[in-house]
């Protein structure tokens, strides 16, 4: 079983990302990995994790998905949440650079306009539609047309490339992000639930 509670704080982009992954996965596996998706302030995101757990102790992998965007506090946040066993995907300079990945690269961009404004260009290319943050059929757009594996690979091989270049401070890291971590997870989850289901466990 996988219980996720995913608080962002953006009421688009990643809101509709990750309730489309839920949507995307097999309905026999839907009832065994649950994703809750919550918004909230910046500011808040680590406490609203906190108060939704304590309220409700099935959520036993809590995550915040934020941007580094224009948030001075970042490196904070994202120190803080770890230090109280909160899991962060946190991305450099915005969650387009994630959805990027899935198209084959992590261009380096440092600003969050010249990102979304690029990613939008590369989305409606790849998928003949213009990209919009309060798409509901986000997540299957950029599944359909992009390959999901190849983006976890080129998000690991990025985090890794800023590691072994001395950058281990997260709003020095970029093009970055640690969604893809997220992502891997709940994907090696589905393919557990489903191996379980044929060899009836």
């Not at 906190?50 to 915040?64: C, F, G, K, N």
């Not at 941007?67 to 506090?73: A, F, K, L, S």
């Not at 084959?104 to 790849?126: H, R, V």
Request: glycine fraction near 6%; charged fraction near 30%.
């Amino acid at each position: 079983m996988g219980y996720y509670l995913i608080v962002t704080d953006t009421e688009g982009t990643e809101r509709c990302y990750f309730t489309g992954l839920h949507q995307s996965l097999p309905e026999n596996i839907r009832k065994n990995i649950v994703i809750k998706v919550e918004e909230t302030k910046t500011r808040k995101l680590i406490d609203r994790c906190l108060e939704l757990t304590a309220y409700d102790a099935q959520y036993r992998s809590p995550w915040i998905v934020f941007d580094r965007d224009q948030v001075e506090t970042f490196d904070d946040i994202i120190k803080e949440a770890e230090s109280k066993g909160i899991n962060v995907g946190w991305s450099n300079p915005c969650f387009e650079i994630w959805m990027y990945a899935y198209f084959g690269s992590m261009p380096a961009i440092d600003n969050s306009w010249t990102c979304c404004t690029k990613f939008g260009q590369l989305y409606e290319t790849k998928t003949n539609q213009e990209y919009s943050k309060s798409d509901e059929s986000l997540y299957k757009k950029v599944h359909d047309n992009g390959d999901e594996e190849k983006a976890i690979q080129i998000a690991e091989q990025k985090l890794q490339q800023c590691i072994r270049d001395g950058k281990t401070i997260p709003s020095e890291m970029c093009p970055c992000t640690t969604v893809h971590k997220l992502i891997g997870e709940i994907r090696d989850k589905t393919k557990d639930v489903e191996r379980e289901r044929i060899m009836g466990v």
